[in-house]
């Protein structure tokens, strides 16, 4: 195999780097340890930090793995490959009575993108996150062995694969269960909310099948728009694909510009009600594709955290003025609710509570001022995101996220050499044998 580095980076444009990109082929059943140095799996590379390559290593994209499999329509059963985009497995089950129970934000991440990070969407509430829905998977394992894992058969890996950002093996497929499909049209409605001071419990007490919050000026006080979306029975076309984020980079992520798109979005939905196709509301944020673009060479870091309903006001104050002391400004900032559900894999990041995730333009002071608020974040008993990565240490990693010892022996018994290696697996020392 070619020793060709290639440039790559975050979906921020933080951290670039080099790594050797390989598209996946059926060949590569041969043990994984063949090949020299360390490797790691890439869906579509809708991550914003750095789990899903690794530097002057190998980076293998699901190449051949796309389709579907199988589909029982009566049981409401599909297997497909893990390449296979989440708007590809809408196509697949649209119409035949089935839904896709966790859309996440983006049509283009792949289901092995969705299991690797264990993605949660605008239902949380309702459906839990992605892994809640997997009947098992199939795993390269790094010896060459394809191991079937699910929550009854090698049920310590599937917890380890579930949400354990690719570090267990290569995900070649997986079995979903479908939810019943209501229809594909919602009716969404947004109401205005002037102040933080109870959107948290705003949140808490609705209950419908997805909603959102839209914060404007999260440095200081903030205000926004809560909108909540129901399935309708009436048929409703879904509006055409976007195009994907072209290469041209602007630096435009000045206040005036970015705080203009926020009150254009905040003047045209004020009083939005009305239909719209299920990918439309769910994948809303793929038409602003541009605007990670927007924030120029630089870079943005893109910070999501959860914590209790309770204290989510204080705690997303706490971020605004911390924020605003240094000087910086955050962007495109959404909340969501997060339910009780069981969390299926050990490193998962949702748990009961509402979530916060916003982007802030690279530049100076922003990594301490991320560290320090992420501090406040484990003192109530919350966690960062880690597909959307880039500031966490790796001694707030082990405080945030309980099981990561038990992850850690899991995952040490399929990958002895450490072979599997991201870079956030590296700056956080996941792997440390
Ligand atoms: C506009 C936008 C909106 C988003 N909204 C949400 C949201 O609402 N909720 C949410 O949870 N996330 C959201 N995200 C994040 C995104 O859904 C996740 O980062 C998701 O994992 C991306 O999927 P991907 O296929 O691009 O995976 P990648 O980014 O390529 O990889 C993600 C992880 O999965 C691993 N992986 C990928 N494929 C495989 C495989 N076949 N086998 C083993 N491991 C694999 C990688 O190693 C990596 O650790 C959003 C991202 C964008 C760009």
């Not at 796309?66 to 059963?77: E, K, N, Q, T, Y």
């Not at 092995?112 to 390269?140: E, M, P, Q």
């Not at 409605?189 to 419908?208: I, S």
């Not at 690279?362 to 960062?384: M, N, Q």
């Amino acid at each position: 195999m070619a020793d060709i580095q290639v440039p790559i980076a975050s979906w921020s444009h933080l951290l670039p780097t080099r790594t050797r990109l390989v598209p996946y082929n059926r060949a590569m059943t041969a043990a994984l340890d063949q090949l020299a140095g360390p490797v790691i799996f890439r869906g579509a590379g809708r991550s914003f930090g750095d789990c899903a390559y690794v530097s002057n290593g190998t980076t293998i994209t699901s190449g051949e793995l796309h389709g579907i499999l199988d589909f029982d329509r009566s049981a409401g059963v599909i297997e497909c490959a893990s390449g296979t985009s989440l708007l590809a497995l809408h196509l697949a089950v649209s119409g035949s009575g089935w839904a896709v129970p966790v859309y996440g934000g983006t049509r283009w991440a792949t289901v092995g993108g969705a299991i690797g990070n264990d993605i949660h969407g605008k239902n949380h509430a309702r459906r839990g996150s992605f892994g809640n829905h997997v009947l098992g998977l199939t795993l390269l394992t790094v010896d060459g062995s394809l191991v079937t894992a699910s929550p009854d058969s090698h049920p310590d890996l599937f917890a380890a694969t579930v949400g354990g950002i690719g570090l267990t093996g290569l995900i070649t497929s997986a079995r979903l269960r479908l939810v019943p499909a209501v229809s594909d049209t919602v009716r969404v409605r947004a109401v205005p909310f002037t102040r933080t001071a109870g959107l948290g419990r705003l949140l808490e007490q609705t209950d419908c099948g997805y909603q959102f919050g839209w914060l404007r000026h999260p440095c200081q006080q903030a205000c926004g728009l809560h909108y909540r979306a129901e399935h309708v029975a009436v048929d409703r076309p879904r509006d055409r694909d976007p195009r994907r984020r072209g290469a041209l980079r602007v630096n435009l992520a000045t206040p005036v510009v970015l705080g203009s798109l926020d009150r254009l979005r905040h003047l045209a939905h004020r009083r939005l009600d009305r239909t719209m196709h299920v990918i439309d509301l769910n994948y809303w944020g793929d038409r602003f594709e541009f605007r990670s673009n927007l924030f120029g060479r630089r870079g943005f870091h893109e910070y999501q955290f959860t914590v209790a309903a309770e204290v989510f006001d204080e705690a997303v104050r706490t971020l605004g003025g911390m924020l605003a002391g240094a000087g910086l400004h955050s962007y495109f900032t959404v909340a969501k609710r997060l339910g009780g559900q069981r969390p299926p894999g050990l490193l998962s990041f949702p748990r009961e509570g509402c979530t916060l995730s916003t982007q802030i333009p690279d530049g100076p002071g922003v990594l301490g001022v991320l560290r320090s608020f992420t501090e406040i974040v484990i003192d109530l008993g919350g966690r960062v995101y880690l597909a959307k990565d880039s500031c966490v240490t790796k001694n707030q990693l082990e405080r945030m996220y309980p099981e990561i010892d038990r992850w850690r022996g899991i995952v040490e018994r399929y990958d002895p050499k450490g072979l599997i290696q991201s870079d956030l697996a590296r700056r956080l020392d996941l792997k440390p044998w």
